[in-house]
């Protein structure tokens, strides 16, 4: 793990995943929730429906360089807390929390 470039730990199923907030992956999330803007997504994400926040997690898992699926992703058992913590500390490293 590269806390320089931004990475974040979150396991998931006892298996250690890197989360990454890069440039593909905020391109990704943008897509995926239907946003106009950048600027749109921090009021978006107060109040993420499920499908927001699978969409996000998995575009920082495939910027930290898994290849899974949203719907492979969701069938997993997650630790939404923890989840949740891995998602807010890959945002404030690339500083925008």
């Known amino acids: ?6 990475e974040v730990r979150l ?5 250690a995943h890197v989360l990454c907030l890069t440039i593909g992956a905020l391109a990704e ?13 921090g009021e978006r ?6 499908k ?3 969409a996000v997690l998995g ?8 290849d899974i699926a949203d719907p ?4 997993l058992q997650i630790d939404l807390k923890a989840a949740a913590t891995a ?6 490293a690339a500083g925008l929390a």
Do not use: C, T
């Not at 793990?1 to 931004?6: D, E, P, Q, S, T």
């Not at 396991?11 to 298996?15: K, M, R, S, T």
């Not at 999330?29 to 997504?41: D, H, K, T, V, W």
């Not at 492979?72 to 069938?75: E, I």
């Open 1 to 6: 793990m590269n806390a320089v470039r931004g």
């Open 11 to 15: 396991v998931i199923e006892g298996v």
């Open 29 to 41: 999330i943008e897509g995926a929730l239907g946003l106009a803007s950048l600027g749109e997504l």
């Open 45 to 50: 994400l107060k109040h993420p429906s499920v």
């Open 52 to 54: 927001d926040f699978i």
């Open 59 to 66: 575009a920082l898992l495939r910027g930290g360089g898994h």
């Open 72 to 75: 492979a992703l969701a069938r």
């Open 87 to 92: 998602i807010a500390e890959a945002f404030a």
